[in-house]
């Protein structure tokens, strides 16, 4: 099974994101494995809510750690993060946003299949499609990952 490394600490993730993802968000910090390298929101964007951008930091972070750095032939598409629990957390004047997701995906080169299957088969009597979407379930990976934010610019 694949193992996903953290991401490295010392990493400009404005300008990394920026680039890889042609996003300009107004973050600092690190990648929120722990309330010493939180994700850092300065601000929101404009029509943007919090939740919203959490949620979007934290797919970014999937994308990166589960395709981006990954050899070829382990790596994740459809990857999809749900937020499963919240909490906030007040520490030495700071204060943070503790999320739970669940974060799932599939093998790239079995998504890509499944894709392939369903659009060749769909419409037709011979495809079942309760079959198809029954093996996409059971190659599913489901993972359960903490992000921490640090929000307190945003109080």
């Given at each position: 099974m694949t193992t996903f490394k953290k991401l490295?600490?010392?990493?400009?993730?404005?300008?990394?994101?920026?680039?890889?993802?042609?996003?300009?968000?107004?973050?600092?910090?690190?990648?929120?494995?722990?309330?010493?390298?939180?994700?850092?929101?300065?601000?929101?964007?404009?029509?943007?809510?919090?939740?919203?951008?959490?949620?979007?930091?934290?797919?970014?972070?999937?994308?990166?750690?589960?395709n981006l750095t990954q050899k070829k032939e382990d790596r994740y598409g459809a990857i999809n993060a749900n937020e499963r629990a919240?909490?906030?957390?007040?520490?030495?004047?700071?204060l943070f946003d503790r999320i739970i997701f669940e974060v799932t995906a599939i093998k790239e080169d079995v998504y890509n299949a499944f894709i392939q299957e369903y659009k060749e088969g769909y419409g037709k009597e011979a495809f079942d499609l309760s079959a198809h979407f029954q093996r996409r379930k059971e190659a599913t990976l489901t993972r359960e990952v903490v992000h921490y934010f640090e929000v307190s610019s945003l109080q």
């Open positions: 490295p600490e010392n990493t400009d993730i404005q300008e990394l994101i920026r680039s890889t993802f042609d996003a300009d968000l107004p973050v600092t910090g690190g990648w929120g494995y722990t309330t010493e390298d939180a994700t850092i929101i300065k601000e929101l964007p404009q029509g943007m809510t919090l939740p919203q951008l959490e949620h979007m930091l934290t797919s970014i972070r999937a994308h990166i750690e589960m919240r909490e906030e957390i007040a520490a030495e004047a700071l």
